[in-house]
């Protein structure tokens, strides 16, 4: 089946360290995403993992794939009140013109000062 | 250059009535997809466009309908709207054939149906 899970809140201490997490369920999943949604706002493309890959740097974010598991985590070092948002997981599936996105529910972060 | 527009940002329609929701993509994109994303849910894919023509579609009825011009630019239209039907309605853009992530999304117009 489709679906992608995620814990619903987090809250951390500024300058403490995030850690959201995803499950997904489909193991042909090609690419996996973080998108970040602010109030009122559209969703921002954070980062993308490739399913070959484990590990993906990115300035203070942090992704980790464990492709056996289908655990996919996203770290957020030092984190700003400014990284306050709701972070959803997508994992895209299918090829060609079958290519979809199957997202979760999103986590809500708040950074508390 | 101005990444993805939407219009309008907000609108509030009558069960029964109909809307239409626009879309620019972002320059240099040719392929535009409709989400939509009620309160507190992740986003749901309702159908994607390229060539003008409806390339996708997501588990949506056939009140959702939509349409791309030669510009790119897409609309997306609801029929006999539900109350239901009030969510966030998110276009995303991206070029023809590539993985999503490529995909940059607008802002999003926010439908509130009474």
């Known amino acids: 089946g489709e679906d992608v899970e995620q814990s619903l809140f987090l809250s951390v201490r500024e300058g403490d360290s995030s850690v959201i997490n995803c499950t997904y369920t489909d193991s042909s999943s090609t690419y996996l995403y973080w998108y970040k949604q602010e109030p009122g706002a559209g969703l921002q493309l954070l980062t993308y993992?490739?399913?070959n890959m484990d590990m993906k740097q990115d300035q203070r974010l942090t992704v980790l794939l464990n492709k056996k598991d289908k655990h996919l985590s996203l770290r957020i070092a030092d984190t700003q009140t400014g990284d306050s948002a709701i972070y959803f997981c997508a994992e895209s599936i299918g090829a060609g013109n079958n290519r979809k996105l199957i997202w979760g529910l999103g986590t809500s972060l708040a950074v508390n000062p | 250059d101005a990444g993805v527009t939407q219009s309008p940002t907000h609108l509030i329609k009558t069960r029964g009535q109909q809307v239409t929701l626009r879309c620019s993509p972002k320059s240099g994109h040719d392929t535009v997809s409709w989400y939509q994303q009620a309160l507190g849910q992740g986003p749901q894919f309702i159908f994607q466009?390229?060539?003008?023509?409806?390339?996708q579609r997501g588990n949506f009825p056939d009140r959702f309908s939509g349409h791309q011009f030669p510009n790119y630019s897409s609309e997306l239209n609801v029929n006999a709207l539900l109350l239901g039907d009030s969510a966030l309605y998110l276009c995303?853009?991206?070029?023809?054939?590539?993985?999503?992530?490529?995909?940059?999304f607008g802002p999003g117009t926010r439908l509130t149906v009474t």
């Open positions: 466009y390229y060539e003008e023509e409806e390339r």
């Open positions: 995303a853009s991206s070029r023809g054939g590539l993985p999503a992530y490529e995909q940059y």
């Open positions: 993992i490739f399913s």
